[in-house]
Protein backbone atom coordinates (compact mmCIF):
# COMPACT_ATOMS: atom_id res chain seq x y z
CA UNK A 1 0.00 0.00 0.00
CA UNK A 2 2.96 2.35 0.74
CA UNK A 3 4.43 1.71 -2.27
CA UNK A 4 1.10 2.85 -4.31
CA UNK A 5 0.43 5.60 -2.19
CA UNK A 6 4.66 6.83 -3.31
CA UNK A 7 3.89 5.98 -6.69
CA UNK A 8 0.79 8.05 -6.91
CA UNK A 9 2.48 10.90 -4.88
CA UNK A 10 5.19 10.88 -7.85
CA UNK A 11 2.61 10.40 -10.74
CA UNK A 12 1.01 13.60 -9.05
CA UNK A 13 3.86 15.83 -8.22
CA UNK A 14 5.22 14.91 -11.61
CA UNK A 15 1.83 16.21 -13.26
CA UNK A 16 2.31 19.62 -12.10
CA UNK A 17 5.89 19.93 -13.22
CA UNK A 18 4.58 18.82 -16.52
CA UNK A 19 1.41 21.21 -16.16
CA UNK A 20 4.07 24.31 -15.46
CA UNK A 21 6.71 23.38 -18.22
CA UNK A 22 5.99 26.32 -20.79
CA UNK A 23 7.43 28.72 -17.96
CA UNK A 24 10.80 27.44 -18.45
CA UNK A 25 10.59 29.47 -21.93
CA UNK A 26 8.59 32.30 -21.43
CA UNK A 27 10.76 34.19 -24.11
CA UNK A 28 11.41 33.91 -27.47
CA UNK A 29 13.25 35.64 -30.42
CA UNK A 30 12.08 35.37 -33.78
CA UNK A 31 13.56 35.97 -37.19
CA UNK A 32 11.62 35.17 -40.18
CA UNK A 33 10.96 35.93 -43.60
CA UNK A 34 7.23 36.75 -45.95
CA UNK A 35 5.61 38.26 -48.37
CA UNK A 36 2.98 40.40 -48.88
CA UNK A 37 0.15 40.89 -51.25
CA UNK A 38 -1.94 44.20 -51.38
CA UNK A 39 -5.80 44.93 -51.67
CA UNK A 40 -6.47 48.23 -52.65
CA UNK A 41 -7.13 51.57 -55.13
CA UNK A 42 -5.09 50.14 -57.71
CA UNK A 43 -5.44 47.15 -60.19
CA UNK A 44 -8.05 44.41 -59.19
CA UNK A 45 -11.74 43.86 -59.88
CA UNK A 46 -14.35 46.09 -59.32
CA UNK A 47 -15.19 47.40 -55.97
CA UNK A 48 -18.84 46.55 -56.67
CA UNK A 49 -17.79 42.77 -56.79
CA UNK A 50 -17.55 40.76 -53.71
CA UNK A 51 -13.83 40.37 -53.68
CA UNK A 52 -13.67 38.18 -50.81
CA UNK A 53 -11.53 40.67 -48.68
CA UNK A 54 -9.05 41.10 -51.84
CA UNK A 55 -8.12 37.41 -51.98
CA UNK A 56 -9.13 37.15 -55.42
CA UNK A 57 -6.90 39.91 -56.26
CA UNK A 58 -3.54 37.82 -54.97
CA UNK A 59 -1.10 38.25 -58.03
CA UNK A 60 1.65 36.55 -58.03
CA UNK A 61 3.61 39.25 -60.49
CA UNK A 62 2.82 41.73 -57.62
CA UNK A 63 3.47 39.60 -54.45
CA UNK A 64 6.78 41.33 -52.54
CA UNK A 65 9.28 39.95 -50.30
CA UNK A 66 9.47 40.35 -46.53
CA UNK A 67 12.01 40.63 -43.66
CA UNK A 68 10.32 40.27 -40.10
CA UNK A 69 12.09 40.16 -36.69
CA UNK A 70 10.25 39.52 -33.66
CA UNK A 71 10.15 39.05 -29.76
CA UNK A 72 6.96 36.94 -27.93
CA UNK A 73 6.23 36.69 -24.24
CA UNK A 74 3.74 33.97 -22.69
CA UNK A 75 1.46 35.62 -20.14
CA UNK A 76 -0.28 32.03 -19.48
CA UNK A 77 0.05 28.49 -20.89
CA UNK A 78 -2.41 29.48 -23.97
CA UNK A 79 -2.07 33.12 -24.58
CA UNK A 80 1.06 35.32 -25.55
CA UNK A 81 2.16 38.93 -26.78
CA UNK A 82 4.12 39.45 -29.93
CA UNK A 83 5.96 41.92 -30.73
CA UNK A 84 6.94 42.63 -34.77
CA UNK A 85 8.85 44.65 -36.64
CA UNK A 86 8.65 44.09 -40.38
CA UNK A 87 10.42 45.39 -43.60
CA UNK A 88 7.92 45.25 -46.13
CA UNK A 89 6.93 46.11 -49.84
CA UNK A 90 3.95 46.25 -51.35
CA UNK A 91 3.29 46.80 -55.12
CA UNK A 92 0.28 46.99 -57.68
CA UNK A 93 -0.62 47.47 -61.03
CA UNK A 94 -4.22 48.76 -63.27
CA UNK A 95 -2.85 46.06 -65.64
CA UNK A 96 -4.81 43.00 -66.19
CA UNK A 97 -7.66 44.45 -64.15
CA UNK A 98 -11.07 46.10 -64.65
CA UNK A 99 -9.10 49.76 -64.17
CA UNK A 100 -6.53 48.21 -66.59
CA UNK A 101 -7.13 52.05 -68.70
CA UNK A 102 -6.35 54.27 -65.60
CA UNK A 103 -3.04 52.72 -66.17
CA UNK A 104 -1.58 53.28 -62.50
CA UNK A 105 0.78 51.83 -60.98
CA UNK A 106 2.69 51.88 -57.15
CA UNK A 107 5.91 50.55 -55.48
CA UNK A 108 5.23 50.59 -51.53
CA UNK A 109 8.39 50.47 -49.25
CA UNK A 110 7.82 50.86 -45.53
CA UNK A 111 8.73 49.48 -42.00
CA UNK A 112 5.88 47.58 -39.78
CA UNK A 113 5.62 47.71 -36.04
CA UNK A 114 2.95 45.73 -34.41
CA UNK A 115 1.63 44.42 -31.12
CA UNK A 116 -0.30 40.88 -31.30
CA UNK A 117 -2.37 38.98 -28.93
CA UNK A 118 -2.22 35.27 -29.56
CA UNK A 119 -4.85 32.27 -28.23
CA UNK A 120 -3.88 28.85 -28.91
CA UNK A 121 -6.90 26.92 -29.98
CA UNK A 122 -4.20 23.80 -29.71
CA UNK A 123 -1.55 24.40 -27.57
CA UNK A 124 1.70 22.55 -28.22
CA UNK A 125 3.12 20.86 -25.15
CA UNK A 126 -0.98 20.04 -24.12
CA UNK A 127 -1.28 17.02 -21.90
CA UNK A 128 -2.70 14.01 -23.54
CA UNK A 129 -3.45 11.86 -20.80
CA UNK A 130 -2.76 12.05 -16.97
CA UNK A 131 -0.61 8.99 -17.51
CA UNK A 132 2.39 7.67 -19.44
CA UNK A 133 1.43 6.05 -22.85
CA UNK A 134 3.24 2.58 -23.85
CA UNK A 135 3.53 1.05 -27.69
CA UNK A 136 5.65 -2.00 -28.48
CA UNK A 137 8.82 0.25 -28.60
CA UNK A 138 8.22 1.49 -25.06
CA UNK A 139 7.26 4.68 -23.25
CA UNK A 140 5.32 7.32 -26.14
CA UNK A 141 5.57 11.47 -25.25
CA UNK A 142 2.64 12.85 -23.13
CA UNK A 143 2.94 16.30 -25.43
CA UNK A 144 2.11 17.30 -28.98
CA UNK A 145 5.01 19.39 -30.56
CA UNK A 146 2.22 21.36 -32.80
CA UNK A 147 0.50 24.26 -31.65
CA UNK A 148 -2.55 26.16 -33.48
CA UNK A 149 -2.87 30.44 -32.54
CA UNK A 150 -5.13 33.06 -33.72
CA UNK A 151 -3.98 36.34 -33.27
CA UNK A 152 -5.36 39.77 -33.19
CA UNK A 153 -3.64 43.29 -32.78
CA UNK A 154 -2.68 46.45 -33.52
CA UNK A 155 0.25 48.62 -35.03
CA UNK A 156 1.01 51.30 -37.88
CA UNK A 157 3.36 51.49 -40.59
CA UNK A 158 5.68 54.36 -41.89
CA UNK A 159 5.65 53.91 -45.89
CA UNK A 160 7.38 55.90 -48.72
CA UNK A 161 5.01 55.55 -51.83
CA UNK A 162 6.08 55.77 -55.48
CA UNK A 163 3.29 56.20 -57.78
CA UNK A 164 2.76 57.39 -61.36
CA UNK A 165 0.41 56.79 -64.28
CA UNK A 166 1.70 55.25 -67.83
CA UNK A 167 0.48 57.38 -70.87
CA UNK A 168 -3.21 56.37 -71.51
CA UNK A 169 -6.59 58.64 -72.81
CA UNK A 170 -7.54 58.29 -68.91
CA UNK A 171 -8.20 61.92 -67.68
CA UNK A 172 -8.02 61.73 -63.28
CA UNK A 173 -11.20 63.86 -62.45
CA UNK A 174 -11.66 63.12 -58.53
CA UNK A 175 -8.14 60.45 -58.31
CA UNK A 176 -6.11 62.50 -55.29
CA UNK A 177 -2.46 61.00 -55.77
CA UNK A 178 -0.71 61.63 -52.47
CA UNK A 179 2.97 60.42 -53.32
CA UNK A 180 5.68 60.33 -50.73
CA UNK A 181 6.35 59.37 -47.31
CA UNK A 182 2.90 58.52 -45.08
CA UNK A 183 2.17 56.78 -41.38
CA UNK A 184 -0.93 54.85 -41.08
CA UNK A 185 -1.88 52.68 -38.26
CA UNK A 186 -2.96 49.44 -39.14
CA UNK A 187 -5.13 46.76 -36.85
CA UNK A 188 -4.50 42.95 -37.68
CA UNK A 189 -5.88 39.22 -37.29
CA UNK A 190 -5.01 36.15 -38.54
CA UNK A 191 -3.97 32.76 -37.92
CA UNK A 192 -0.48 30.80 -36.66
CA UNK A 193 0.94 26.80 -36.74
CA UNK A 194 3.74 26.30 -35.01
CA UNK A 195 5.94 23.46 -34.66
CA UNK A 196 8.74 22.93 -31.68
CA UNK A 197 11.93 21.38 -32.89
CA UNK A 198 13.48 20.89 -29.53
CA UNK A 199 14.18 22.83 -26.08
CA UNK A 200 15.36 25.97 -27.85
CA UNK A 201 14.29 26.24 -31.60
CA UNK A 202 10.79 26.35 -32.94
CA UNK A 203 9.56 27.42 -36.78
CA UNK A 204 5.82 28.78 -37.42
CA UNK A 205 3.77 29.99 -40.12
CA UNK A 206 1.33 32.51 -40.34
CA UNK A 207 -0.69 34.77 -42.14
CA UNK A 208 -2.68 37.75 -40.94
CA UNK A 209 -4.70 40.86 -42.76
CA UNK A 210 -3.52 43.74 -42.44
CA UNK A 211 -6.43 46.73 -42.75
CA UNK A 212 -4.96 50.00 -43.17
CA UNK A 213 -6.54 53.04 -41.06
CA UNK A 214 -5.94 55.11 -44.49
CA UNK A 215 -6.61 55.14 -48.17
CA UNK A 216 -2.88 56.10 -48.85
CA UNK A 217 -1.02 52.79 -48.83
CA UNK A 218 -0.74 52.94 -52.68
CA UNK A 219 -0.75 56.46 -52.93
CA UNK A 220 -4.25 56.78 -54.62
CA UNK A 221 -7.53 57.25 -53.21
CA UNK A 222 -10.73 57.59 -55.64
CA UNK A 223 -14.01 58.98 -55.95
CA UNK A 224 -15.46 55.31 -55.87
CA UNK A 225 -12.79 54.52 -53.28
CA UNK A 226 -15.16 52.52 -50.08
CA UNK A 227 -12.53 51.41 -48.39
CA UNK A 228 -9.62 51.66 -47.21
CA UNK A 229 -6.56 49.82 -48.13
CA UNK A 230 -5.50 46.04 -46.98
CA UNK A 231 -2.90 43.88 -47.54
CA UNK A 232 -2.25 39.86 -46.68
CA UNK A 233 1.27 39.74 -44.80
CA UNK A 234 2.38 35.50 -45.25
CA UNK A 235 5.40 34.49 -42.88
CA UNK A 236 7.87 31.97 -42.21
CA UNK A 237 9.79 32.15 -38.79
CA UNK A 238 12.44 30.57 -37.00
CA UNK A 239 12.25 30.63 -33.44
CA UNK A 240 14.32 30.89 -30.15
CA UNK A 241 13.42 29.44 -26.82
CA UNK A 242 14.79 31.50 -24.10
CA UNK A 243 15.11 29.99 -20.97
CA UNK A 244 13.42 31.16 -17.78
CA UNK A 245 15.12 31.75 -14.65
CA UNK A 246 12.88 31.30 -11.45
CA UNK A 247 12.26 34.53 -11.15
CA UNK A 248 11.21 34.73 -14.34
CA UNK A 249 13.45 36.92 -16.02
CA UNK A 250 15.15 36.32 -19.56
CA UNK A 251 18.47 34.03 -19.28
CA UNK A 252 20.35 34.64 -21.99
CA UNK A 253 24.17 34.37 -21.52
CA UNK A 254 24.12 31.37 -19.70
CA UNK A 255 24.53 27.53 -21.18
CA UNK A 256 21.14 26.41 -21.64
CA UNK A 257 19.53 23.26 -19.97
Not at 132 to 148: D, E, F, P, Q, V
Amino acid sequence: MRNYLLILLFLFNFSGLLAQRWKLTRYEAIAGVGFANYFGDIGGTSPTQNNLFGLKDINLLTTRPALMVGARYKTTEITAVKFNLVLIMISGTDRGGDNFYRRYRFNTFGIEHTLQYERAIIKEERRRSSFALYNRRGLLSSYSNKGLYVFGGLGGIVHYNDIWREPSNYTPKIDVVKKGFHYSGTLMGGVMVKFLYDNRYAFSAEMGLRYVLSDYLDGLTTSVSRFNDIYYYTNFSIIYRIKTSRKGYPILFRRYY
